[in-house]
């Protein structure tokens, strides 16, 4: 959703409140594409400081759908997202590129919602997302839910320095 700044860039000292819808039903990056199962409108509150400096603050909640990174079950993760920024409306692209200012969300005098949305899960995004604490994950083998129980595979691991003796041994079952 995009939101026209112009009202409020016109009256120094202006604040307005607003609640915005997020139009992502994805959120697709590198990692994968996570279907986003609830998400609440985003609550802004933007106030004009003067010389065309904006204080932007907001929060949401999301509920995102993400494998468990040991046995792959959908995990539905919850998501709270409060953010403040700063906004130079003064700053072209090309001055706010020189000075790695990721900005993305603002072009000219509109905020796209979406995309501040998506730098937000970017950035609180889990390093590991389990659907347990004590899951065991799947076979490295067979692939079977080790949380469901045991497999039939052979999980003895040898060493493998003796991995030339034990190459001999299989030469001599086979005569």
């Not at 009256?11 to 994968?32: N, P, Q």
Request: glycine letters at 6%; charged letters at 30%; a negative charge.
């Amino acid at each position: 959703m995009l939101i026209d700044l112009t009202d409020v860039l016109q009256v120094d000292g202006k604040i307005w409140e607003t609640k915005a819808s997020i139009d992502m039903d994805v959120f697709s990056s590198r990692l994968g594409s996570f279907p986003i199962i609830s998400k609440s409108p985003v609550t802004l509150h933007i106030k004009h400081e003067g010389r065309r400096k904006l204080f932007l603050s907001g929060q949401t909640d999301l509920v995102i759908q993400i494998p468990c990174d040991r046995c792959l079950k959908e995990v539905s993760q919850e998501f709270h997202l409060a953010f403040e920024r700063e906004l130079d409306m003064n700053v072209s692209a090309e001055e706010a590129a020189r000075a790695l200012d990721e900005h993305n969300y603002v072009d000219g005098c509109s905020l796209d919602v979406d995309k501040l949305v998506y730098g937000e899960i970017l950035m609180n995004w889990p390093a590991k997302v389990l659907c347990r604490e004590d899951c065991k994950g799947i076979c490295s083998k067979c692939g079977a839910d080790l949380n469901l129980g045991a497999c039939d595979c052979d999980t003895t691991d040898l060493d493998p320095r003796m991995a030339k003796i034990r190459d001999v041994f299989s030469k001599f079952k086979e005569v």
